[in-house]
């Protein structure tokens, strides 16, 4: 075994701690990492937390990471030690069903396994990347170009496939017209993306002080979400509108946002359920949709996109025994725009 030192919490009032833990030694398709940084997502925040009921402690949260190979098992093929390399949200899927097989893990039918607070084939719960080591099947590694600096790509590991997928699912690009809600770190990311696609891209925000950066970083258009006449104003302009927001927001006001055939994709789980008037769903033929990250493929090619175009995640690097500070101003939306954890500082 490979003891790795990391940080936990043991409740979800606890502050996080030092502590070791054991990762397996490479099977003959695994592939040892060594973490150099990890990025805070409001995921993390919520499992850490058990805002979403369902966290086993302790917990090792983090599944944005990026690192270097150390070591490979005997039948890896793809990678060699040295490389630079990241790992998602996932670590396993049954590669068997039809989803898997189409290269859409992220919708596993047979059971995937989920970076941390899930259960491996080795019957043992995974621990994620605020750690300094991760064991991974090299099925569910992916390779960083070496354009994107470690700590930059580590958030696309997560904000930036989340942003991708739906953004080339429902095709973005020349002659369509994007709004994105929430303008942090999803979408900083995803307003980059937009914009090398093709769209014109408008950004919906509850803070002006959000405004500069987001015509810095390729959006035409930004308005607040707290008045009346954005909505007015925009009534019918957008093909799709991406919410990255884990708030509750009233979805008929966005949903009016929509020209026929137009798609509202909702990306975050607000403790609310959401809540809709027919009337508003039948206008111009509306469709609802949500979606997860996307598939091992797909973060690949997104990771080549981002490297071809100049796109990355603005990150704050932080001590590691800066965790708890971070949640907090995570969660008052008090960070420009992604924290990433130095694991170096383990």
């Not at 607040?224 to 006001?253: C, H, K, N, Q, W």
Request: overall charge negative.
């Amino acid at each position: 075994m490979i003891v790795s030192r990391a940080c936990c919490t043991f409740g979800p009032e606890e502050p996080f701690v030092r502590t070791t833990i054991e990762r397996r030694d490479p099977g003959p398709r695994d592939v040892l990492i060594d973490i150099a940084y990890a990025g805070i997502c409001h995921s993390d925040v919520e499992h850490a937390r058990s805002l979403r009921g369902k966290t086993v402690y302790p917990i090792v949260p983090g599944h944005e990471i990026s690192g270097t190979v150390s070591a490979v098992g005997a039948e890896v093929s793809r990678l060699k030690v040295g490389d630079r390399v990241g790992v998602g949200n996932m670590v396993d899927a049954c590669g068997k069903c039809e989803n898997c097989l189409a290269g859409l893990e992220q919708y596993c039918s047979g059971g995937r396994t989920l970076t941390y607070n899930s259960i491996g084939r080795d019957g043992k719960r995974t621990d994620g990347g605020y750690s300094q080591h991760i064991v991974v099947d090299e099925r569910f590694v992916v390779r960083i170009p070496e354009s994107v600096a470690l700590a930059n790509a580590a958030p696309l590991l997560c904000a930036g496939i989340t942003m991708y997928s739906p953004l080339r699912h429902w095709k973005a690009g020349p002659g369509s017209k994007v709004a994105i809600i929430g303008f942090g770190g999803l979408g900083h990311v995803g307003v980059q993306m937009a914009k090398a696609m093709g769209a014109q891209t408008t950004v919906l925000d509850l803070s002006p002080e959000k405004r500069d950066d987001a015509l810095r970083l390729g959006a035409e258009d930004f308005r607040l979400s707290t008045e009346p006449e954005t909505f007015t104003s925009l009534d019918s302009a957008f093909d799709l509108v991406i919410s990255t927001v884990p708030i509750y927001v009233g979805l008929d006001r966005y949903l009016g946002l929509l020209a026929r055939d137009g798609v509202y994709v909702n990306l975050a789980v607000p403790a609310q359920p959401l809540s809709i008037s027919a009337t508003t769903l039948l206008t111009n033929r509306r469709s609802i949709a949500g979606t997860r990250s996307g598939g091992i493929a797909e973060t690949q090619e997104m990771l080549d996109f981002c490297a071809e175009h100049g796109i990355s995640a603005e990150v704050e690097v932080i001590h590691a025994d800066g965790i708890d500070d971070a949640y907090r101003r995570l969660l008052a939306g008090n960070v420009r725009f992604r924290f990433v954890i130095d694991n170096t500082t383990l």
